[in-house]
Structures are given as C-alpha cells and as structure tokens.
C-alpha cells in the first residue's frame, strides 16, 4: 500500500486569502485525486490531477478556484483561493496505481473564518 | 459508476459479527465492488473489494450474491474500534471513486 503524507494536516484562514495542500506518496503512481468533505457529508471528488498536463475537473469545480499542480508521479498541490468561509471542509488526496485499489491521505482539515 | 444503497446507520454488539449491506442493481461487468471506511477526522481506509467471487482478508469477508446485484461486509467480530461509516462502491478498478452517503456503523459495548 501507498503511504500519503499530507501537509497541513490543519489551518484556519482568513477569507480572502489563499491556502496549497500538499500531497506527497512514497512510491510513483499512475492517479492522484484531490476530495473534498464538508461538515457532515460525503466526499466529493474536486478534480484528477495530470501528471505533466492539467487537471481533470468534476462537475461544480473549477481551475481558478482549485488550481492543481502535479510535477511528477509522486507530488501533487491543490490550492484553494480567494477562500471564503464556505470553503471550510476537509480536503483529500487518494492516489491508485495500475488496478489497485486507492489510498487516501489523512486530509487536511480547513476552517476559513 | 454504478450507484449504489446502504442504510444510513446499523448498530451492532461489540464482539458480534457485523453484517453491513449494499444494494448495486445497476453494476456493470467490469465494475468492483469496494469497501472503505472512514473513522472520526480520519482519511478513508481500504477494507476489501471484489468482481465475483466471495473474499476474505484480515480485517473483513465480502459476500457478493451470483447476480452482482448487492453484497454485504462482514466484520466477524466487531470491536468499538469498528465504529465508523463504512462505504460501499462499485467501480472500475484504478478510478476516482464516487462516495454515497454510507452507513455508519456504532459498535456498542
């Protein structure tokens, strides 16, 4: 199994400005997906990041307000901006490999006041 | 992704097998059905998945009925350490996974 290092683990922001979790996985891997999970719900998936091109967005999500970087198989960042207190959720990376079943980070908890 | 339906929650005596169902009428040929969990302020955990056969690992049995149309997550013997909400996805394998709303499990002493 992957092991899935995410920082911050936690942050509280002032509305306005702009956060960027880092996802980082211990082995190369094919998918990095980037969830998010507000107060008392499901996850969501935000958006798959590419490995050299731009991130697949879901539905409801876009690049200016989510943008993704994934320089290599290992790393990813999703930046929240221009946040507002709406965004406060916890935010996911998950990688999968091949078929293989996916991993996910232990998430980084925001809270925007 | 084939949608899936679990009951919202389920209570179980700590010690006795945990039997959590999942209705997926609609899963294609190639879809697997996954298990996850997801304890208090954690990330998911993988628990175990499956095409067609019946599987079994150390911390669960999965038991998908002849016509693919629902399964159950067994927990032999559950431990208040098992309460959690438990995810049940039909998906390709190597995708992004589309969460429901899960049934959270509360083991009792």
């Known amino acids: 199994s992957a092991v899935i290092s995410q920082k911050p683990s936690r942050d509280i922001c002032q509305r306005g400005t702009s956060l960027t979790i880092q996802c980082q996985v211990d082995?190369?891997?094919?998918?990095m997906f980037w969830y998010r999970q507000q107060p008392g719900q499901s996850l969501t998936l935000i958006a798959t990041a590419n490995q050299g091109s731009e991130a697949t967005y879901e539905s409801g999500f876009v690049i200016d307000k989510f943008p993704i970087s994934r320089p290599n198989l290992t790393f990813s960042t999703l930046t929240v901006s221009n946040m507002s207190p709406e965004d406060s959720s916890i935010y996911l990376c998950s990688v999968a490999q091949g078929n293989t079943e996916a991993f996910f980070g232990q998430g980084t908890r925001l809270t925007v006041v | 992704d084939a949608k899936t339906t679990q009951p919202p929650s389920m209570d179980c005596a700590e010690g006795r097998a945990a039997n959590l169902p999942c209705n997926h009428s609609t899963i294609s040929g190639n879809e697997y059905v996954y298990w996850y969990r997801q304890i208090h302020s954690q990330g998911p955990q993988y628990i175990i998945h499956?095409?067609?056969n019946n599987e079994t690992n150390e911390m669960a049995s999965l038991i998908i009925t002849e016509d693919r149309k629902s399964s159950t997550l067994i927990l032999p013997h559950a431990t208040l350490r098992d309460t959690a909400v438990y995810y049940c996805?039909?998906?390709?394998?190597?995708?992004?996974?589309?969460f429901g709303g899960g049934t959270r499990l509360m083991v009792k002493p």
């Open positions: 499956g095409l067609k």
């Open positions: 082995s190369q891997v094919t998918m």
């Open positions: 996805i039909a998906n390709n394998a190597g995708n992004m996974l589309t």
